[in-house]
């Protein structure tokens, strides 16, 4: 019988020497095999070979010294999706430099204590960012230096040399900040080290994806999220693969006109994506595309979704769980066995276990929250000793997300732990609600909470988004769930919406829609 206890697979052995560049490993590897002529990034500007990428990378980390910033100190990247980030990023390491990514999204309010947080003394900023963000630049005291993307950039690096020696960092050295969206509470900056994203790729990005340096990857997650940035930065640079940057809002359309122009091998995206991707009249069809795996994250892929996108293109999506803490995905499923309506089992080299409230393992088929641990993890939360001992428990990572493990060994996703509903003293999951709504014909997205009658007693409460000129009625949706599952779990209240509301990487923002509830 299987333990929902410790799950552990023996990872590949990856060497790493203490003294170690993250920026010249990546680099200079495609460089080494002799691809300095093939293309590393298409943006929407241009095309960039793995030459010009490591000459620009090697030219930021000397204008970088020239400005007088010393290693460890921070670098704050607020960039769209351009040949632009992976300069500064890669360059930046290069020097020893922290590049610090952030959400190009962010509040202004949240972008100045960001810089304040982080103790930036520069910004590269792209151009078309600079309005919304001038004035929180301008209340930054340790910030010295701002570089705008465009000619300013651009008129720097021309000017700089391209000859660079890197700076002699560890394996263990910090090497790049991530920061949380800051949707419950102020931002995280979380701390990662330098032998980190090349681990990724090797534990994941190769062998579970099966990246090659023949795939043309197209991410559209952005590259200052964790989930963007493996898939379009230390994934493709690992294998000598070519990434497409796409520096617009992703918009269906923006992604269909991409995956028309360039036809891609590798899509990564959200569950949001891929349903409205099914739904649109002008998606293309299996002829039209070369892809050949696709892989999702963010939240769980429903089950219907995943069928019906392998019925219709040919392709299976990798479903898959992973977070900003662990860099990229920790549990996933597999090309050759597949799974929908699951997230997989543990990447080799890391460790999962569901707990209870008491940190005590659950017996398999019982639901309580998922920990992890990996060579990944992050050190810690900068400047948030109080967070950082709630999440990280030694080795463990505490996930927030509520999972069950079935008898086949597959974990199956429940929810995030503050959004669990108990009705009738049963807990029910939101995701199971929602899935049994999506695979209705005429819902594309639906998002369920927690909602009190007039009793004072709690009972599900949908918000649902129909396929355009579909209709249904709130009665035919809940005899629908009722047929699919247990009768105590049907939504109660049914509110049809345009849209819902979701962070930047795509997760339904429920505490919203339970402040919106609470006003019905």
Not at 23 to 51: M, V
Not at 84 to 94: E, Q, R, V, Y
Request: glycine content about 6%; charged content about 25%; some cysteine.
């Amino acid at each position: 019988m299987l333990s929902s206890a410790d799950h552990t697979v023996s990872p590949p052995r990856i060497e790493i020497p203490r003294i170690y560049n993250a920026a010249h490993d990546l680099l200079e590897r495609n460089l080494r095999a002799g691809r300095g002529s093939k293309l590393a990034y298409i943006d929407d500007a241009g095309e960039w070979t793995y030459d010009q990428l490591a000459q620009r990378a090697r030219r930021f980390a000397n204008v970088l010294e020239k400005l007088g910033l010393h290693p460890e100190q921070r670098i704050l990247l607020c960039l769209l999706d351009t040949i632009d980030f992976p300069t500064a990023f890669l360059g930046s390491i290069a020097a020893g430099i922290v590049p610090v990514a952030v959400n190009t999204l962010l509040t202004p309010s949240d972008l100045e204590y960001v810089l304040n947080d982080s103790r930036a003394r520069a910004v590269v900023i792209s151009a078309p960012l600079l309005p919304t963000f001038e004035a929180a630049l301008a209340r930054a005291p340790c910030l010295q230096h701002v570089i705008v993307a465009g000619d300013s950039l651009s008129s720097r690096l021309e000017s700089a040399s391209d000859e660079h020696e890197p700076a002699r960092t560890t394996a263990d050295d910090m090497c790049f900040w991530l920061y949380s969206s800051g949707s419950t509470g102020l931002p995280k900056g979380t701390v990662h080290v330098h032998a980190s994203l090349i681990r990724t790729a090797e534990l994941y990005g190769r062998p579970i994806v099966g990246y090659t340096e023949h795939d043309l990857v197209f991410s559209v997650s952005k590259l200052p999220f964790a989930y963007g940035l493996g898939n379009s930065l230390s994934f493709p640079l690992s294998v000598g693969a070519t990434a497409i940057l796409m520096a617009e809002r992703p918009t269906t359309e923006a992604i269909i006109a991409r995956l028309r122009k360039h036809r891609p091998t590798v899509l990564c995206t959200i569950p949001t994506a891929y349903a409205s991707l099914l739904a649109h009249p002008n998606a293309p069809e299996r002829g039209e595309q070369k892809l050949r795996i696709c892989v999702s994250a963010g939240e769980a892929l429903p089950e219907e979704v995943g069928k019906r996108w392998v019925q219709r293109f040919g392709v299976d999506i990798l479903d898959g769980i992973g977070s900003t803490e662990m860099l990229h995905i920790y549990l996933s499923n597999r090309r050759d066995d597949v799974r929908y309506g699951t997230t997989g089992t543990p990447v080799p080299g890391y460790e999962v276990r569901i707990v209870d409230e008491a940190g005590q393992p659950v017996p398999p088929g019982e639901m309580g929250e998922l920990h992890v641990r990996g060579p990944t993890r992050a050190l810690l939360y900068w400047n948030d000793r109080a967070r950082s001992a709630d999440t990280f428990i030694g080795d463990w990572v505490r996930t927030g997300d509520k999972y069950r493990l079935r008898a086949d060994g597959c974990f199956v996703y429940e929810g995030r732990s503050d959004d669990m509903l108990k009705v009738s003293g049963l807990y029910v999951s939101p995701i199971e609600v929602e899935s049994a709504l999506i695979a209705h014909a005429a819902v594309l997205e639906a998002a369920v909470i927690a909602k009190q009658d007039r009793e004072g007693l709690t009972k599900p409460c949908a918000y649902v988004v129909l396929k355009p000129g579909c209709s249904a009625s709130a009665e035919e949706l809940q005899r629908h769930v009722k047929s699919r599952l247990a009768p105590y779990k049907y939504p109660r209240w049914i509110e049809f919406v345009s849209a819902l509301p979701k962070t930047a990487t795509g997760k339904v923002q429920r505490f919203k829609l339970r402040e919106q509830a609470a006003q019905l």
